[in-house]
């Protein structure tokens, strides 16, 4: 089993930055991939991004592509998101989860474990 906590979010006005960490506990992550989700209210949980075991090959959101960077330290059992340029679209609440599948994916419903989320709320 793995536990995945989230923390980093908060308060920013648009066009600011947050950096979100995700500290795995449990099992070492370094063979899954790792990816952030969010989920505005009233909509579907969506990918934002994932990364590779490695950290060799990252996936982004058309929308996030430029201002977000995903990245993770094995050694800390750690995995980040880097936001910046935030904009008010960006609210939601974000998630991390990690899939063991050695195969990508950025479809919610195949990752095997996941975070309880942390709160972004960008303000105009």
């Known amino acids: 089993q793995v536990q995945l906590v989230e923390s980093g979010g908060g308060l920013v006005q648009a066009g600011g930055s947050l950096r979100l960490s995700c500290a795995a506990s449990?099992?070492?992550?370094?063979?899954?991939?790792m990816g952030w989700f969010r989920q505005a209210p009233g909509k579907e949980r969506e990918f934002v991004s994932v990364?590779?075991?490695?950290?060799?090959?990252?996936y982004y959101l058309d929308s996030v592509k430029g201002r977000f960077t995903i990245s993770r330290d094995n050694a800390k059992n750690t995995v980040y998101l880097q936001m910046n340029s935030l904009k008010t679209d960006d609210t939601a609440v974000y998630y991390c989860?990690?899939?063991?599948?050695?195969?990508?994916?950025?479809?919610?419903?195949?990752?095997?474990?996941w975070g309880q989320g942390t709160q972004v709320t960008v303000s105009s």
């Open positions: 989860a990690a899939r063991t599948s050695i195969v990508y994916s950025n479809n919610p419903g195949r990752y095997d474990y």
């Open positions: 449990g099992r070492s992550i370094s063979n899954y991939y």
């Open positions: 990364i590779n075991r490695n950290g060799g090959s990252t």
